[in-house]
Structures are given as C-alpha cells and as structure tokens.
C-alpha cells in the first residue's frame, strides 16, 4: 500500500499496488529478476492527521 500525502492541506491518497513478476536473468554472477508496478484496488481519498510533524499519521477514508 501506498498513501501520498499534501501535507499544505492534509488531503491523501491511497491505494495497493503490487509488482506482476516479469522476467528472470541468467546472469551467471548474479541473480537478476524484473517485473511490472502496477495498481492492485481502488483508489481511496481522504484526510489525514498527525501530531508529530508527520513521523506518525492517522488516515480517514472520506465516506462515499
């Protein structure tokens, strides 16, 4: 899961994601594997709040 945050209004963005596996190497030094990012759900918007200066959030899914 990956959530982005504008921290100048607190608005955010959330969503999974994952990697769809692709290729593996046949690299004889090393191992080599490649795949694909791709969004993996819905996209979620919200709101999120912090009392720390953003070490900590607490993300609210808007209703709807």
């Known amino acids: 899961p990956i959530l982005i945050v504008d921290t100048a209004d607190n ?36 709101t999120v709040t912090t009392t720390d200066n953003y070490q900590t959030i607490t993300f609210t899914a808007d209703e709807g």
């Open 11 to 46: 608005s955010a963005t959330f969503r999974n994601y994952a990697v769809i596996p692709g290729t593996e190497g046949d690299d004889a030094n090393i191992y080599t594997y490649s795949g694909t990012f791709k969004a993996n759900g819905e996209l979620t918007t919200g």
